[in-house]
């Protein structure tokens, strides 16, 4: 595998817990990038787990080697065109999800997933580990 990753939030969390399957793709990636909605959903995570701190420094370490992309209005106007055409095959998925996906969609990423309502969403270069 080669090519640039945009990881979803339970990759992260199965690299954090030192998976061997995905910390062997991610390794293999040219560049790894994280949207800034699953760094939040990390650190939500984080915040109300039993090792708090523990969490909330792998959190940190993660962000020290990784890129982070931001929302800004062109995701948003990706984010808009997903939920309008997830409405509309009657397919709704969680919100911070249709953000993820905007973010790999503006940025020409294939999203790394576990999650497989990510095929609802139209011309998403997705691969589901």
């Not at 339970?10 to 793709?25: A, G, Q």
């Not at 390794?27 to 909605?37: G, R, W």
């Not at 995570?45 to 792998?58: D, E, H, P, V, W």
């Not at 962000?63 to 982070?68: D, F, G, N, R």
């Amino acid at each position: 595998m080669s090519g640039k990753v945009l990881l979803d939030t339970n990759i992260v969390i199965l690299l954090f817990s030192e998976d061997d399957v995905i910390k062997k793709y991610v390794a293999q990636a040219d560049e790894v990038f994280l949207p800034n909605t699953v760094v939040g959903e990390l650190y939500f995570g984080a915040f109300n787990s039993s090792k708090k701190g523990n969490n909330i420094t792998k959190v940190d370490e993660l962000l020290i080697k990784s890129t982070v992309l931001s929302s800004d209005a062109v995701t948003a106007k990706e984010y808009g065109h997903i939920k309008s055409n997830l409405r509309k095959k009657g397919r709704p998925i969680p919100e911070n999800d249709i953000w993820i996906a905007a973010i790999a969609l503006q940025y020409g990423l294939k999203l790394i997933s576990r999650d497989s309502h990510f095929k609802y969403i139209d011309n998403l270069d997705l691969e589901l580990l």
